[in-house]
Nanobody, 121 residues
């Protein structure tokens, strides 16, 4: 139902834009989030955008290098990542919720399969 793509191998300092598209149903009007999980670590919140697109929310630890956005209808959400660092290496997941757009993984009802981002030094 949610398909994340755009990950890959990039050198430190490079950029990637992740996309999360709806498949099989619409997620227009849903809050959307990006979370990531590095090897051996807990899944952590990165960023979210409110269901109406009027507000975005970033983790305190999320660098200003990350920007969440969406296309107008809200079915596709993006995470632009700039000046990537090796510590950004993780599987990045997109998620959706009818209204919730906070840090808790449990607050999201729908998940994509994840896309691997690997940053080499």
């Amino acid at each position: 139902q949610l398909q994340a793509c755009g990950g890959g191998l990039v050198q430190a300092g490079g950029s990637l834009r992740l996309s999360c598209a709806a498949s099989g149903r619409t997620f227009s009007g849903y809050s959307r989030g990006w979370l990531r999980q590095a090897p051996g670590k807990e899944r952590e919140f990165v960023a979210a955008i409110r269901w109406d697109g009027a507000n975005t929310y970033y983790a305190d630890s999320a660098p200003e290098r990350f920007i969440i956005s969406r296309e107008d209808a809200g079915n596709t959400v993006y995470l632009k990542m700039n000046s990537l660092k090796p510590e950004d290496t993780a599987v990045y997941y997109c998620a959706a919720s009818a209204r919730y757009y906070g840090e808790r993984s449990a607050g999201y009802n729908y998940w994509g399969q994840g896309t691997q981002v690997t940053v080499s030094s």
